[in-house]
């Protein structure tokens, strides 16, 4: 399969599932933009505004276009996400203070857009189901609790539009790459949190996220090799459909000093 890049001027052309003209906030208290009934749980995270990702040819749209959000340049932060122990693929953090009142609404970063649905994207770019779209999100399905969302029903249409915006997405290899990491990153601390904190489930909402915060900030909910391992499948996966080499440079094969031609042995 060729290998192409994203072409933001059509993903950001087509609807956000948050439109404007379904005020959806008024019930729920910008849940999306300041998840405050999960932070306020929390000692050590921040509980104002919303960590967002930016996709690595998104950051350069936003900046050209004049797009970027108010207070998010500032706190842009760059994240290597590894495919293999010698190559990354960078994202972007940001922190969003606005909860709720974007600065630039014609804008606002993809993760809004596509917010509440997370698409599960094969190797080859084909979406083959839907998620919730966060963390904290895919916690309260776990806790059988409703999220604070009420667009969680969208119409036929809504979807339809939304797989549209997925198939010109995922024509890169790097989106595809990059949402699949974070789907099985979030399955990886689920499964781990199930498999060895399975009495935390049973614990009140207010408890279950301060007992969660102190987990993850420890480290306890990832298995870092594992995670390594399962990164570097799905970036193998990815290069047999869209070719050796589509998820950026492949590394240099290594001269082994000890065997290098001329050495005397
Ligand atoms: S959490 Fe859902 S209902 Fe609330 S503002 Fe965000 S998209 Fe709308
Ligand atoms: S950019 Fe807008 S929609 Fe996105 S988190 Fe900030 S205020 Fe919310």
């Excluded at 008024?26 to 104002?48: A, D, L």
């Excluded at 770019?125 to 776990?142: E, I, N």
């Amino acid at each position: 399969m060729e290998s192409t890049s994203t072409d933001w001027e059509r993903i950001y052309a087509f609807p956000a599932l948050s439109r404007t003209d379904s005020e959806c906030w008024e019930r729920c208290s910008s849940y999306c933009c300041n998840p405050r009934r999960v932070t306020q749980n929390f000692c050590f995270f921040p509980r104002k505004g919303s960590e967002l990702l930016i996709l690595p040819g998104e950051l350069e749209y936003l900046r050209r276009v004049q797009g970027m959000q108010q207070g998010c340049e500032e706190s842009l932060r760059e994240l290597r996400v590894p495919i293999s122990s010698a190559r990354t693929i960078s994202v972007y953090r940001v922190t969003c203070t606005l909860e709720g009142r974007c600065s630039a609404r014609e804008f606002r970063p993809l993760i809004c857009r596509m917010y509440p649905l997370f698409p599960i994207v094969a190797p080859d770019g084909r979406v083959t189901g839907l998620a919730p779209f966060s963390l904290f999100d895919a916690l309260f399905s776990m806790l059988k609790v409703d999220s604070p969302c009420v667009l969680c029903q969208v119409s036929l249409i809504e979807v339809d539009n939304f797989l549209s915006l997925c198939a010109e997405l995922f024509k890169d290899p790097v989106n595809v790459f990059l949402v699949m990491a974070a789907h099985q990153y979030k399955t990886h601390m689920i499964d781990r949190l199930i498999t060895h904190y399975p009495e935390l489930s049973k614990e009140p909402e207010s408890t279950f996220f301060s007992k969660w915060e102190k987990l993850f900030l420890t480290g306890k909910l990832t298995d870092q090799s594992a995670l390594l391992r399962e990164l570097a499948s799905i970036a193998d996966r990815i290069e047999v459909t869209f070719g050796a080499g589509s998820l950026g440079p492949l590394p240099e094969p290594r001269i082994d000093s000890t065997h290098s031609p001329g050495t005397c042995e």
